[in-house]
Every structure is written in structure tokens, then in C-alpha cells.
T-cell receptor, first 112, second 111 residues
Framework: DVKVTQSSRYLVKRTGEKVFLECVQD?????MFWYRQDPGLGLRLIYF???????EKGDIPEGYSVSREKKERFSLILESASTNQTSMYLC???????????FGSGTQLSVL | GENVEQHPSTLSVQEGDSAVIKCTYS??????FPWYKQELGKRPQLIID?????GEKKDQRIAVTLNKTAKHFSLHITETQPEDSAVYFC??????????FGKGTKLTVNP
């Protein structure tokens, strides 16, 4: 089974802190994604990557950046955390572009 | 870009009844339509998907239908069980492009 692992299940940070969310997949998938999940708003795409060192903005990229130095690892960076970034963050990977997504278990981030 | 509308936002049924969730999409070029199930506290998981070259697909108690002309697709769950209680997300995409998700439907199956 594909495993997508997110480094933290719960994270509490202060406003203005730089926050790193890490995601690692073990199935040699080309594509990796970061979503944000808020009640009533569904899954919103923040950034995605179709290849190493490649990144593309999703629907809500403001206040975020990403890094993909290795194929298996995709990091989401909050440059200066704000309270409106309190949310559940889900990482996902897929073999092909319009193919099944495998999600991580999520990181619940609270920014105080 | 693509826009996906999902209805209803909440759905409550009695065990054994059927449940139907509907999604509409805006981009007529979209050709891939998956459905994800997210149980409370767990990650979303793909339960069924359909591509635009077929009109219906079934897997045991779940089925998805696609109407390309009307640009809508639906998830049907028959003989619902308490373990079907979850949030269900539909999504749509063009070939080789990113998925766009609906806002989700919280299904509650009452014993």
C-alpha cells in the first residue's frame, strides 16, 4: 500500500512564526499536492508539484510556499503564520495526473 | 477554470435506505470524476471514479452515474449502513490537470 506520511498530526504555532509541514511518500509518485481543509469549504488546493524542483500554484497559494528537492518529499512553508491559517492540512500524491490521490493523515495546525 | 458544485451539504437517511449525492461541473472538457470518502478523523480515500467514456459504474452498493450533456454526476449508495456515515467529496478534472473538489456532503446513516 502507498504510504503518505505527514510529520506532525497536531501543531501549535505563534503568529509570525515560520512553519514547515513535511510530507513524504514511499511509492515513487511523480505528483504531490498540498490541500487545506476547512469545514464547509471542502478541499482547497494550495500548491502542487508534477516533478522534482517543479511547483505550481493552486487555488489559494497566498501566504504559502513549497519545496520539492527530492521526489519523495514535498514541504509546505508558511512564511509568517497568521491566525487565518489555522486549519487541517492534507498532503497527497498520485502516480499520474488525473489518477487516484493517496492522502496523508493530515496536520491540524493552530496558529495563536 | 473548473467549478464543482455539490449538493446536498448534509444528508440524513435511515439504515437500509438509499442515498444520492449530486455534483455539477462547469468545464465541458472535464473527463475524470472521482468520489472520495472521509470518515471522522481519517484521511479521504477514493471509493469510486468514472471517466467520460462511460455513463455508469458500479461497485457493490455504490454506483456513479455521469450525464455529460447536463454536466452532472451522482453518487448512489444503496442499502446504507452506519459505516457509510462520512463526508463524501466529488471532484472533476480534465486529462492531465488538477482535480477540483466539491465542498463535501456529510452523510449520516441512522440505525
Amino acid at each position: 500500500d502507498v504510504k503518505v506520511t505527514q510529520s506532525s498530526r497536531y501543531l501549535v504555532k505563534r503568529t509570525g512564526e515560520k512553519v514547515f509541514l513535511e510530507c513524504v511518500q514511499d511509492m515513487d509518485h511523480e505528483n504531490m499536492f498540498w490541500y487545506r481543509q476547512d469545514p464547509g469549504l471542502g478541499l482547497r488546493l494550495i500548491y502542487f508539484s508534477y516533478d522534482v524542483k517543479m511547483k505550481e500554484k493552486g487555488d489559494i497559494p497566498e501566504g504559502y510556499s513549497v519545496s520539492r528537492e527530492k521526489k519523495e518529499r514535498f514541504s509546505l512553508i508558511l512564511e509568517s503564520a497568521s491566525t487565518n491559517q489555522t486549519s487541517m492540512y492534507l498532503c497527497a500524491s498520485s502516480l499520474g495526473r488525473a489518477e487516484k490521490l493517496f492522502f496523508g493523515s493530515g496536520t491540524q495546525l493552530s496558529v495563536l | 477554470g473548473e467549478n464543482v458544485e455539490q449538493h446536498p451539504s448534509t444528508l440524513s437517511v435511515q439504515e437500509g435506505d438509499s442515498a444520492v449525492i449530486k455534483c455539477t461541473y462547469s468545464d465541458s472538457a472535464s473527463n475524470y470524476f472521482p468520489w472520495y470518502k472521509q470518515e471522522l478523523g481519517k484521511r479521504p480515500q477514493l471509493i469510486i471514479d468514472i471517466r467520460s467514456n462511460v455513463g455508469e459504474k458500479k461497485d457493490q452498493r455504490i454506483a456513479v452515474t455521469l450525464n455529460k450533456t447536463a454536466k452532472h454526476f451522482s453518487l448512489h449508495i444503496t442499502e446504507t449502513q452506519p459505516e457509510d456515515s462520512a463526508v463524501y467529496f466529488c471532484a472533476a478534472s480534465r486529462r492531465s490537470e488538477k482535480l477540483v473538489f466539491g465542498k463535501g456532503t456529510k452523510l449520516t446513516v441512522n440505525p
